[in-house]
């Protein structure tokens, strides 16, 4: 099992008028990501029989949500961020991997 910080997203807006996130970025430094993982990679790491973890962090470092897999009523298999109460850990609110 690895953990793997996602540092930025990639969106894609969809027929039905919301976005979904279709990849991600991973790395060690806030402002700077090693790899991109489409949602299939991440799905897949997520689905191990030892599975991957994948986490954001918040704006100041100490509050980590865990990142899962999710079935978005539409139809999209995706990836969200578990609730915590803290905006700034959502994977919505990660910059867009350049």
């Known amino acids: 099992m690895a953990e793997y910080r996602i ?3 990639q969106r894609a807006i ?5 976005h979904h996130i279709t990849a991600v970025g991973t790395g060690s430094m ?3 990501y090693d790899l991109v993982w489409t ?4 799905r897949s790491a997520l689905a191990k029989p030892i599975p991957d973890k994948f986490y954001t962090l918040s704006a100041d470092g100490r ?5 899962g897999a999710y079935d978005c009523p539409c139809g999209v298999q ?4 578990h609730a915590d109460g803290v905006w700034s850990d959502n994977l919505d609110n990660l910059g ?3």
Not at 14 to 18: A, C, D, R, S, V
Not at 78 to 81: E, P
Request: hydrophobic content about 35%.
């Open 14 to 18: 969809f027929p039905h008028g919301h």
């Open 78 to 81: 995706t990836l969200r961020s």
């Open 63 to 67: 509050v980590r949500a865990t990142v």
């Open 39 to 42: 949602v299939g990679q991440v």
């Open 7 to 9: 540092i930025c997203t």
């Open 30 to 32: 806030p402002t700077y």
């Open 96 to 98: 867009p991997c350049a």
